[in-house]
């Protein structure tokens, strides 16, 4: 449409510029008719001066408008060759995007018709579901991994309470110990406040006793019967002193078994608050013992299970890869049994096609000598060859064999024709499949760049098929691949 406008444009364009050209002439000519017929009737100087003056300014009059169609003409033809050019350009770019576009189809056609390419996304799906269930495999194991750090964690803390338990105890233990050892010596404190509060009154009462000496030698001299009662009061005085002591001792005597009976106590309790903690560390250690084992046979028996699931999903995932590498193999052997198929077909289509050749040219050949016969016949009919002389009968069959001939020799060339354009057809779709081979081939090795460096490891086998598939990529990738004791598997022969 923009091109159709602007040839419109062009064309209005270069209609003006004429139009402008024939007034322009006809001016010219008006001029030179009025110039021819002045100059006729002008005969004096100052009419011939003024001729020469007009002549003058119309000859740079037509000077300048020569030279503004000239540049007219030069700015037509430069619009017309720039008009050219973006033709041009607009045509290149319009085939260059109509090739780009039927080739893009192509290409997208081939891709979605393509055998091998349907079965490699199959195979690196394959690879990715491999991939998804290895890494969930390493959830799992991860999972229990983390399970088995909080039981441990938990263990751990569980013997940390309890040795804060046990150290509690043992600190309550000897607070106990220490406040009946501070029983003990405030008991001791009260009996050796009280012997001396008793020896202190002893020795009150030796003074006291003195004293009462002191003043029953004062009244000794009083008469017998105070001096009588003074001595019985003094023999009483004297037992009772002789019975304070014996008490004091008998006392003494008891308070020191009653110590020593105490501390026998004391030890008795801290023996057996030791045996007791003793017994008390025992049944823990039992306990934690028993508790130990009942963790590690629970850990040991879920371990075994997640092994078991871990060889079992294992089992699956090996058995699942086998399947689907017995069913790669298997379609890979059928598209080999498939190519095969097809090469001999090709081979027997193409005896097939020789042996019809010959048929058709031996039926030909037969075709032209009946055609032949029957065009003399019919030429032989027609002009009455029997009523002619020798001489022009000769010439007459001469004659009609070189129609006959001319005619056989275009029927040869149209099919030596058919025959180039069967040709042509063949070598084009020989180059259709060599496009298409080249275009799987492209887009097998683009998804090879895309997804096999992220499923290095989860590949089936098949899918790197020599070691051009592994030159598409690093040496890093290939330093792995090989690493892992894989080799290329060869694909089937095209």
């Known amino acids: 449409m923009a091109t159709t406008t602007r040839r419109h444009l062009l064309e209005r364009r270069d209609q003006e510029l004429r139009r ?17 017929f002045r100059s006729n009737l002008d005969s004096d100087d100052r009419v011939d001066a003024k001729r020469r003056l007009r002549n003058q300014r119309i000859r740079e009059e037509e000077r300048k408008t020569y030279e503004e169609l000239m540049d007219a003409a030069k700015k037509r033809i430069q619009r017309e060759a720039q008009i050219q ?30 055998t091998e390419l349907r079965e490699l996304e199959k195979k690196l799906n394959y690879a990715y579901m491999n991939k998804e269930r290895s890494l969930q495999m390493q ?58 509060r008793q020896q202190a009154e002893f020795e009150q009462f030796l003074r006291e006793k003195e004293m009462v000496d002191a003043i029953v030698r004062k009244i000794m001299e009083e008469d017998e019967r105070e001096a009588r009662h003074r001595l019985e009061k003094q023999n009483e005085t004297k037992q009772y002193i002789e019975q304070f002591i014996v008490e004091r001792e008998r006392w003494r005597q008891e308070e020191k078994e009653r110590q020593m009976a105490e501390n026998r106590r004391i030890e008795e309790y801290a023996q057996m608050q030791r045996a007791r ?71 027997d289509a193409y005896r097939e096609q020789i042996l019809e050749k010959r048929f058709r040219r031996l039926q030909e050949q037969e075709e032209e000598e009946e055609f032949r016969k029957k065009m003399m016949q ?22 009609h064999k070189r129609a006959v001939d001319a005619l056989i ?76 004791g894989i080799h290329p598997h060869s694909a089937p022969p095209l």
């Open 85 to 114: 050019r973006e033709q041009e350009m607009e045509q290149e770019a319009e085939k260059l995007e109509l090739n780009r576009l039927r080739e893009e189809k192509m290409r997208q056609s081939i891709r979605e018709n393509s």
């Open 139 to 196: 959830e799992k194991v991860l999972h229990l991994q983390q399970l088995k750090a909080k039981e441990a964690e938990l263990i751990a803390e569980m013997n940390r309470q309890l040795e804060k338990q046990k150290q509690q105890d043992l600190e309550k233990d000897r607070e106990a110990y220490e406040k009946s050892l501070e029983y003990h010596k405030a008991l001791n404190d009260q009996l050796l406040e009280q012997e001396a």
């Open 409 to 484: 020799q275009e029927r040869r060339l149209l099919l030596q024709k058919e025959h180039e354009m069967a040709l042509e057809a063949q070598k084009r779709e020989e180059e259709l499949e060599k496009y298409r081979q080249a275009v799987v081939e492209q887009e097998r090795q683009r998804l090879l760049r895309e997804h096999a460096a992220s499923l290095l490891g989860y590949l089936p086998k098949g899918v790197l098929r020599d070691q051009k598939d592994l030159d598409l990529f690093d040496e890093e990738f290939r330093r792995k691949f090989e690493s892992m």
């Open 20 to 36: 402008k050209e024939l007034e322009r002439e006809d001016l010219l000519t008006k001029l030179n008719r009025d110039a021819v």
């Open 277 to 347: 903690e003793e017994e008390l560390q025992a049944v823990k250690k039992h306990r934690d013992d028993e508790r130990n084992v009942i963790y590690d046979r629970l850990a040991a028996e879920m371990e075994r299970q997640e092994r078991a699931k871990a060889e079992l999903e294992q089992l699956r995932i090996e058995l699942y890869q086998e399947e689907q590498e017995e069913e790669s193999r298997r379609r890979d052997q059928e598209l080999l049994e498939s190519r095969i198929r097809k090469r001999l077909e090709l081979i």
């Open 378 to 399: 019919k030429y032989a009919e027609d002009e009455k060859l029997e009523q002619m002389n020798a001489q022009r009968r000769r010439m007459k069959q001469l004659e």
